[in-house]
Nanobody, 127 residues
Framework: QVQLVESGGGLVQAGGSLRLSCAASGRTFSSYAMGWFRQAPGKEREFVAAISRSGENTYYADSVKGRFTISRDKAKNTVDLQMNSLKPEDTAVYYC????????????????????WGQGTQVTVSS
């Protein structure tokens, strides 16, 4: 089992940057592919970015491609989401998620495939 705790959210002006971090507990962090999702008020939780166990493969939603970067630090058991050129429509609660994976290059955008979730961190982008 793995526990996930997000941090780094806050209020930023449009065009600014934030870096979210997800700290994972447990010694099996390297067994999980990781993802970031977000949920805006009144909307469904949507995929943002994912990274494979090895870190070799990453995948992004079209809405954030070129602006957001996902990365993982195996030594620190963390997964980060660097968010640049933020827009008001990026405002949401951001969640970190983990999915157990045999393959070192597997990534998934499917919310239902993720086994573990963090509690979320609020990101607000003002215009």
């Amino acid at each position: 089992q793995v526990q996930l705790v997000e941090s780094g959210g806050g209020l930023v002006q449009a065009g600014g940057s934030l870096r979210l971090s997800c700290a994972a507990s447990g010694r099996t962090f390297s067994s999980y592919a990781m993802g970031w999702f977000r949920q805006a008020p009144g909307k469904e939780r949507e995929f943002v970015a994912a990274i494979s166990r090895s870190g070799e493969n990453t995948y992004y939603a079209d809405s954030v491609k070129g602006r957001f970067t996902i990365s993982r630090d195996k030594a620190k058991n963390t997964v980060d989401l660097q968010m640049n050129s933020l827009k008001p429509e990026d405002t949401a609660v951001y969640y970190c998620a983990a999915v157990s994976s045999v393959s070192s290059v597997y990534v998934t955008t499917a919310r239902g495939e993720y086994d573990y979730w963090g509690q979320g961190t609020q990101v607000t982008v003002s215009s």
